[in-house]
């Protein structure tokens, strides 16, 4: 069942990262990949958390405890829908914080593959193309020369 869960997860992650990458001016797409899904994957999450917690080795005290924890395939799922939820949110508020700022789509499509793939990597990226437009927008100002 676990094995399941985890497949139906990926394909509806999937299909929203699609949907933030192809619709990024669609409310409704918005309303799918920033509120909808990552509800529904969270609900998941609290699900398993909620039936499995205490009845598995393991916790957050230590690296090795952690590892014990994640034996459990459930607490793995736990852990993956996480990850899932957690980057879609990230995915969604680039696009919006991106379109807001008037960066060009062009530029945001290569961040969403990095924030898919690996999370914290795309966030920076995306903090980097933020600044270049920022940096890229700021009025010049003039320098004066002194002639002797």
């Known amino acids: 069942m676990a094995n399941t869960i985890f497949s139906v997860a990926n394909f509806i992650a999937?299909?929203?990262w699609v949907l933030l990458a192809a619709f990024p001016r669609r409310r409704w797409a918005e309303l799918v990949t920033?509120?909808?899904v990552p509800a529904l994957l969270a609900s998941a999450y609290v699900v398993i958390l909620a039936t499995t917690w205490g009845r598995t080795p393991g916790g957050f005290s230590s690296?090795?405890?952690v590892g014990q924890l994640f034996e459990n395939p459930w607490m793995r799922l736990a852990g993956w829908l996480h990850y899932l939820a957690f980057d879609l949110l990230i995915g969604g508020w680039i696009v919006r914080d991106a379109r807001d700022r008037g960066i060009?789509?062009?530029?945001i499509l290569?961040?969403?593959?990095l924030t898919f793939m690996f999370g914290p990597a795309?966030?920076?990226a995306y903090l980097g193309v933020s600044a270049r437009k920022k940096i890229a927008s700021e009025p010049k100002t003039k320098t004066s020369t002194t002639v002797v």
């Open 122 to 124: 795309g966030w920076l």
């Open 63 to 65: 690296l090795d405890a």
């Open 14 to 16: 999937l299909a929203s």
């Open 104 to 107: 060009r789509h062009v530029w």
């Open 34 to 36: 920033a509120g909808m």
């Open 110 to 113: 290569p961040v969403l593959f």
